[in-house]
């Protein structure tokens, strides 16, 4: 089943989060980069996005996991894809700013 993203978003790269870093409500989502677009007014994505899977195959729900790469209409990274490490934090590589991120979760 498709998952209905807005439209210029750029989802790139996916993966499941097998993880145990971050919080157990994260486990078995798909981690989405959405690269962002470039040909809309009001830009859109430059973030990771979170889907959660009823009964693991549909597409019910989606939410904002990791965002700040678009401050207004300013861009100052583009995520590409993303990775789960052995530790459960994620790398994220961007090639706007060409570099690569290592997000963790740390309980407060």
Do not use: C
């Not at 097998?18 to 919080?23: A, E, H, Q, S």
């Not at 590409?80 to 961007?94: E, I, R, T």
């Amino acid at each position: 089943m498709a998952f209905p993203f807005e439209a210029h978003v750029a989802g790139l790269g996916m993966t499941f989060y097998t993880g145990k870093m971050f919080p157990e409500k994260y486990r078995g989502r798909i981690i989405v980069a959405q690269h962002g677009s470039w040909n809309r007014t009001k830009k859109i994505g430059y973030r990771l996005m979170t889907v959660t899977l009823k009964d693991n195959t549909e597409p019910v729900a989606y939410e904002p996991l990791v965002e700040g790469w678009l401050n207004g209409e300013s861009v100052w990274g583009r995520p590409v894809d993303v990775l789960v490490m052995p530790d459960g934090s994620l790398l994220v590589s961007d090639d706007y700013a060409g570099a690569i991120y290592r997000i963790s979760y740390k309980t407060p």
